[in-house]
């Protein structure tokens, strides 16, 4: 008897066994032909946050360090010549007093870290905080008297290094060096740009007078203008603020790359506020995109684009409005080997988009696939339905692939029944 039911378990091991060596080559299978297949979008690799360890962050400070010491050691390139209407004197600069006539002579002074020039036989006299004219015109008119009968000028030589402290919503917020001819947004730059969590439009500088200005990053990034990304003065502070929880906020639903909670000026439209986020695309289809305001506790559907006998290009936003923006996106899902995400392109079919994912469609059999149209919400069958942006291709099992399927699981289970029987465990 015990010979018997030991005879029985290893025809079962086996007849099992054999079912998962079939099961086994069959995945191997399938990943062999999944590797030559096109991948889908994987966004968590896209988007996921770049963390810097203690080492690498010691790593980037010490190369940094290398960084400045060539930097003071260099001349650097400038935007132009130094205006002298607008550049502030302070200590570090370095000017030529030139004599020329009876006495002709050259000399190199630099502006004491009292903020002052000293002229020989002239004595002391105080630059910082002017800028190079008014500077210039003050040495001059005080030093023409005491070398009358020679001709005088005072030139700019060599430009000052200062402290400007970085600080808010910035990748590695410290105490940097620069230049009077460097700007707010370089100084932003070098300290590793603004998080995700950064008010652009309100960035403070608070000088050392106790006086601040507010510069508007978003505005710059949109239309360049240098005149609104002012050059930064010693001790300059710049803090880039974090979106308050109370703020003026409306709330972004698109691909992943424009989603999100952003802070919104008052009275600014919905055009300006897409192309401050850098929402729209060169393909960005304005009629599509939808606004979801609540009004009296009722969700109301606008459509401010909508192609039709009217539309509103001066849309105001208001707090706490959805936007809804069509996606740049078809997704693919159901019986194929890569479901996922993946680019639109005009003119293709759901079979199209099902055979990017690895759709199999050799036995012919393609009736199973349907299409969940984002923006009407109905669904369609069928391989040569055409697929906008957004839409869910569904690629369902067909009848050669269910057969197939039942067929392996009835084998294994029919394998295990006749080594069962065959032992004569069903004798009576």
Not at 47 to 64: I, V
Not at 173 to 202: F, Q
Request: glycine share 8%.
């Amino acid at each position: 008897m015990r010979l018997k039911k030991l005879i029985i378990s290893l025809m079962l091991l086996v007849a099992a066994g054999s079912c998962i060596a079939q099961l086994i080559d069959e995945t191997q299978t399938v990943r062999e032909k999944q590797s030559s297949l096109p991948k889908a979008v994987d966004f968590s690799k896209l988007f996921e946050a770049d963390k810097m360890t203690g080492d690498e962050f010691n790593a980037w400070q010490r190369n940094r360090q290398i960084k400045l010491r060539e930097r003071l050691g260099e001349v650097e390139a400038l935007e132009g010549a130094v205006d002298a209407n607008k550049y502030i004197v302070g200590p570090g600069d370095i000017f030529s007093f030139n004599i020329w006539g009876a006495l002709e002579h050259q000399l190199p002074l630099q502006v004491s870290p009292e903020g002052k020039l000293l002229i020989p036989s002239v004595g002391e006299i105080n630059v910082a905080g002017l800028t190079l004219t008014k500077a210039r015109n003050k040495v001059l008119d005080m030093a023409q008297p005491v070398y009358a009968g020679s001709k005088l000028s005072l030139s700019l030589e060599a430009l000052r290094f200062f402290r400007v402290h970085v600080v808010g919503e910035v990748q590695f917020p410290g105490t940097y060096i620069a230049r009077a001819v460097d700007r707010i947004s370089e100084m932003i730059t070098l300290a590793g740009g603004i998080t995700e969590r950064a008010w652009k439009g309100g960035i403070e500088i608070r000088h050392t007078d106790s006086t601040k200005s507010i510069f508007n990053l978003n505005a710059f990034e949109l239309t360049g203008n240098l005149n609104t990304d002012s050059f930064v003065t010693g001790g300059d502070i710049i803090f880039i603020p974090p979106i308050g929880l109370n703020a003026e906020l409306v709330k972004v639903e698109a691909d992943q790359e424009s989603s999100g909670s952003y802070r919104i000026l008052e009275g600014e439209t919905l055009l300006t506020f897409l192309q401050r986020i850098r929402a729209l695309k060169r393909n960005s289809d304005l009629s599509k995109i939808l606004v979801i305001r609540q009004t009296e506790g009722t969700d109301v559907y606008l459509y401010p684009f909508q192609i039709g006998d009217t539309y509103d290009l001066k849309f105001i936003l208001e707090t706490n409005d959805r936007i809804i923006l069509p996606s740049q996106y078809v997704y693919v899902k159901g019986s194929v080997r890569q479901p996922g995400a993946y680019p639109y392109v005009f003119n293709l079919t759901a079979k199209e988009y099902a055979g990017m994912a690895g759709g199999d469609f050799r036995s012919g059999n393609i009736t199973g696939v349907k299409v969940y149209h984002s923006r009407t919400g109905k669904t369609e069958s069928g391989a040569d339905v055409m697929v906008e942006p957004g839409d869910i291709v569904h690629l369902h099992l067909n009848w050669d692939q269910r057969f197939g399927n039942y067929l392996r699981i009835v084998t294994a289970a029919t394998s295990l029944i006749l080594a069962a029987k065959s032992a004569g465990l069903f004798d009576k």
